[in-house]
């Protein structure tokens, strides 16, 4: 006997999308602070305060 598929709502898709899309950047984020942290950063450019 043929079940019918249970449809998945709009709204947990897109909230599913929007956390995945904050965990990218999270993720992202903090890689960018550890590298500043220990001074390892070849794309970003910023003075150290600690050189003047």
Same mark, same amino acid.
Do not use: D, G
């Given at each position: 006997?043929? !079940?019918? /598929? #249970?449809?998945? @709502?709009?709204? %947990? &898709? ?10 990218? !950047?999270? /993720? #992202?984020?903090? @890689?960018?602070? %550890? &590298? ?13 305060? #600690?050189?003047?």
């Amino acid at each position: 006997m043929a !079940v019918p /598929k #249970k449809r998945t @709502s709009k709204s %947990k &898709s897109k909230k599913a999308q929007w956390k995945k899309k904050a965990l990218f !950047v999270s /993720k #992202k984020s903090l @890689s960018l602070a %550890k &590298s500043l942290l220990f001074e390892k950063s070849n794309s970003f450019i910023y003075l150290n305060n #600690k050189s003047i």
